[in-house]
């Protein structure tokens, strides 16, 4: 039975948000990533649409300044049913459900609507349904949230507002929040690059390399395989869509019949790992563990513990210690890690794991360092420095020596 313990043990749930209370009695992370025991939500999702529109803290009693525990309620807009799959709004639900465990929150103190994120109307009516049901957290876990959240930021003071992925906040009632995805990102590549025969890496992306986000991720994940293997090449598919299933399997289908024997993912299905299975062949699962799925292909996946998050920044409501400040978290936070290897990865990439991962958490390695060299070949950053934050999120519009985009 194959290891689903998080690599990056010990997490210290920092990064001047306060203690994240993650943690269980016995000083053990809990693991929400991985979904164990997960069962799904336990109220009703409502679907929102244009057409539908016209730690656990010591006391109840808020901190000073604060929200009293009983008085919180936290309204989430996820992009798809927390319910289906194993993808990016499943994980989110997790971080939410492990936020409710860690504070002591009830269900009925969390609302959930699907919005689609595109729709600037239906997530407007989503929000104000979630305020006048008596919501004062909002969490919009998508990039398409951003502009009417800013809005309705404005509109309602009173009301907290933390949007995921975007750039946009006010330093007061609203902020964004993400997290430093390409470390472990690049942590599974050099997994890949360890168990390719054919030196073909299949990558199904969301978007093209006008996103940084996505961008970013797809050349940390080359960065790594090259380290440990550089004739492989990185096979990259666009969907230009986040959640597409019908795209995600064409892309990854195409990917495989090109030759590609591991597939790794910027995507909301499972179908590059169901598919690998499908194949033959290997994956490297994202958002949660997709081993449940496809326990024979499923080398690790990339995962976030979005539990982190969520339990400080309400954490910090109720303690009246709220800031408005943004979070971008990492693998030192414990927002995101690799699932254990799988009993038949290749002999050795354990070892590498451990010490691209102890590079990592040391601050040793920022993946992005140095003259990096694009598949243009112009090079970017220089020899001995590394790239700020402002241009790993914003400003990677290039892909890596080893990437090839598949047309």
Not at 192 to 207: C, F, H, L, R, S
Request: with cysteine.
């Amino acid at each position: 039975m194959r290891r689903r313990s998080i690599l990056a043990a010990g997490f210290l749930l920092a990064l001047g948000l306060g203690t994240m209370g993650c943690g269980t009695s016995d000083g053990e992370p809990d693991d929400y990533a991985t979904n164990d025991g997960y069962t799904g939500t336990t109220q009703k999702t409502k679907t929102v649409s244009t057409a539908s529109a016209s730690g656990e803290t010591d006391t109840d009693d808020a901190g000073a300044g604060g929200t009293a525990k009983d008085e919180i309620k936290v309204g989430v807009l996820y992009i798809s049913d927390p319910a289906e799959g194993s993808g990016y709004s499943y994980t989110h639900d997790l971080g939410i459900i492990g936020m409710q465990d860690n504070l002591g929150l009830s269900d009925n103190q969390v609302e959930r609507k699907i919005v689609d994120d595109g729709d600037a109307d239906a997530t407007r009516v989503a929000i104000e349904e979630c305020i006048s049901d008596g919501c004062n957290v909002i969490f919009t876990t998508s990039w398409g949230y951003m502009e009417t959240t800013a809005e309705m930021a404005e509109e309602y003071p009173d009301v907290y507002f933390s949007h995921g992925t975007g750039y946009l906040s006010n330093g007061k009632n609203f902020n964004n929040y993400f997290g430093r995805i390409y470390q472990a990102r690049y942590v599974s590549g050099i997994v890949a690059g360890m168990n390719t025969t054919t030196n073909k890496i299949g990558y199904v992306a969301a978007q093209d390399a006008s996103n940084s986000e996505v961008t970013g991720g797809i050349d940390a994940f080359a960065i790594g395989a090259a380290e440990v293997n550089p004739d492989a090449e990185i096979y990259v598919v666009v969907t230009n869509s986040w959640y597409d299933p019908e795209k995600e399997e064409a892309a990854s289908r195409k990917l495989l019949d090109m030759g590609c024997d591991v597939m790794s993912q910027h995507c909301d299905t499972a179908y590059p790992q169901t598919l690998a299975e499908e194949y033959g062949v290997y994956g490297i699962g994202y958002n949660s563990d997709m081993s449940k799925e496809t326990p024979d292909a499923t080398l690790c996946s990339v995962i976030w513990n979005w539990s982190a998050y969520y339990t400080s920044a309400v954490k910090s409501i109720i303690d009246g210690t709220w800031t408005g400040e943004n979070y971008y978290g990492g693998m030192q936070e414990g927002l995101v890690a690799i699932t254990g290897l799988a009993s038949f990865a290749a002999e050795g990439t354990q070892e590498k794991v451990d010490e691209a991962t102890a590079a990592i958490l040391s601050g040793d390695c920022n993946v992005f360092d140095g003259a990096i060299e694009t598949n243009t070949g112009d090079i970017i950053g220089t020899e001995g420095g590394t790239l700020d934050d402002a241009t790993i999120t914003g400003g990677i519009n290039w892909y890596y020596k080893n990437v090839v985009i598949v047309e």
